[in-house]
C-alpha cells in the first residue's frame, strides 16, 4: 500500500493501484482502507477492499489532470443534491470544473453471477415533472449539462415512456435526451412513430438500439423543432435518380453475434437544409425535394422468405 497527498483532497491513504499524468498529477487509483474526500456535494468515501458481488472492476477513483474528480465508485450509497431533485449515487462523474455530469442512482458489475434483472430490482422508479412530460422510470444515469440542467436520462431495458415531442405525444425506450432549455434533442422509439419529415411521413424505429448512452438517440430535433435526423425499418423512400425511379430501403446484414442470422439494418436519413442524406448500410444517397417522389411502408424486413428462391414464383419478399 502507497500514500499519496493530492492538493485539493489532503493525504490518500492505503492505495493499492496508483497511476498519475506525464505531470505527475494523479490519474485513477484503488484503495484497500477507507478514505473520506470532503467534496461541494458531500464527505464522499471511494470503494474500497476486497472484490464482492456487486462491486466493479477497475478503479475507485479518477481525476481530471487538473486534480478535480473525474469519477468516484461510492462504498455506500449517498443522497446528491441536483437542479433535478435529490437522487441517491453509487457512482458519480464530473467535468473539469468540478460541476456534476453523471449521476448512476446504482453501480453493480453485470456478469454472470449478478444479472442485469438483479441489479434493476434494487432500485425504484422515480418521478420526474419535465418540460417534455412527466415520466416514471427506474432510471440507470442521469446526465446535466455543466450549467446544471438535465441533459439526458438513460432508463433501464425493458420500461416505455411517454414524451411530448414536436410531433405530439410518442412512446420512448431506453431514454433520451434534451437541450439545455429542456425542450426534446432526441429520443430513443418505443414503436415504430409516424414523424413528420421534408420527404414526408416516416416511421422512425431503430431495432438495434442499445440504449448504453442515450446523450443521443436515433431520433434528433432542432431546436426549433424541425426534424435532423432518424433511423427507420418500416418505411422506404421513392425517388427519382436519374430518371429512373429507386426504392431505398432497409435491408438485411448477418447479425454481429450470430453471422449465420441476418437482422435488419436501419437506414440512417438526415434532413438538411437543402438535402436529405440516407444511408444504406455501405451507400449514400443525398436527394434535394425534385428527387422524390413519396414515402412508402415497406415489409418488415425481420419477415423470413421461404429461403428457396430458385423455385420460388409467387414471393413478394423477393423482387
Known amino acids: 500500500m502507497s500514500t499519496y ?3 485539493n483532497y489532503g493525504s490518500l491513504t492505503g492505495l493499492t493501484h496508483l497511476t498519475t499524468y506525464e505531470s505527475g498529477m494523479i490519474k485513477a487509483c484503488k484503495f484497500e482502507e477507507a478514505v473520506t474526500l470532503h ?3 458531500g464527505d464522499l468515501v471511494p470503494s474500497y477492499g476486497e472484490d464482492n458481488l456487486r462491486k466493479r472492476n477497475g478503479y475507485d477513483l479518477e481525476f481530471h489532470e487538473n486534480g478535480e474528480i473525474k469519477a468516484i465508485n461510492l462504498e455506500d450509497s449517498v443522497i446528491i443534491d441536483t437542479a433535478l431533485g435529490s437522487f ?9 470544473s468540478g460541476k456534476l455530469h453523471r449521476l448512476f442512482p446504482l453501480n453493480g458489475q453485470i ?14 422508479p422515480y418521478t420526474l415533472d419535465l418540460a417534455v412530460g412527466t415520466i416514471t422510470a427506474k432510471i440507470i444515469a442521469f446526465a446535466f449539462y455543466e450549467s446544471g440542467p438535465l441533459k439526458s436520462l438513460t432508463i433501464w431495458p425493458g420500461q416505455m415512456i411517454e414524451l411530448t415531442s414536436p410531433d405530439g405525444p410518442v412512446k420512448c425506450r431506453f431514454g433520451f435526451s434534451l437541450y439545455e432549455d429542456g425542450s426534446l434533442n432526441s429520443f430513443e422509439p418505443g ?3 409516424p414523424l413528420t419529415t421534408p420527404a414526408g411521413i416516416i416511421l422512425a424505429y431503430d431495432p438495434n438500439a442499445h ?9 434528433v430535433y432542432a431546436k426549433d423543432g424541425t426534424i435532423q435526423a432518424l433511423k427507420t425499418v418500416h418505411s422506404g423512400i ?4 436519374s430518371d429512373e425511379q429507386v426504392l431505398i430501403k432497409a435491408l438485411m446484414i448477418p447479425s454481429m453475434i450470430n453471422p449465420e442470422v441476418t437482422v435488419p439494418n436501419p437506414l440512417i436519413i438526415r434532413f438538411d437544409a437543402e438535402e436529405i442524406t ?4 455501405d451507400t449514400t444517397y443525398k436527394l434535394f425535394a425534385k428527387d422524390i417522389l413519396k414515402t412508402v411502408i415497406v415489409d418488415d424486413p425481420q419477415i423470413s422468405t421461404c429461403g428457396d428462391c430458385s423455385s420460388c414464383s409467387s414471393c413478394s419478399h423477393c423482387g
Open 5 to 7: 497527498t493530492h492538493p
Open 39 to 41: 467534496t461541494d456535494f
Open 88 to 96: 441517491p449515487a453509487e457512482r458519480l462523474s464530473f467535468y473539469p
Open 111 to 124: 456478469n454472470g453471477y449478478w444479472s442485469e434483472e438483479d441489479e434493476a430490482a434494487l432500485t425504484t
Open 191 to 193: 414503436l415504430p412513430e
Open 211 to 219: 440504449g448504453i448512452n442515450c446523450d443521443s438517440n436515433s431520433v
Open 238 to 241: 421513392q425517388a427519382l435518380l
Open 278 to 281: 440516407i444511408r444504406q448500410n
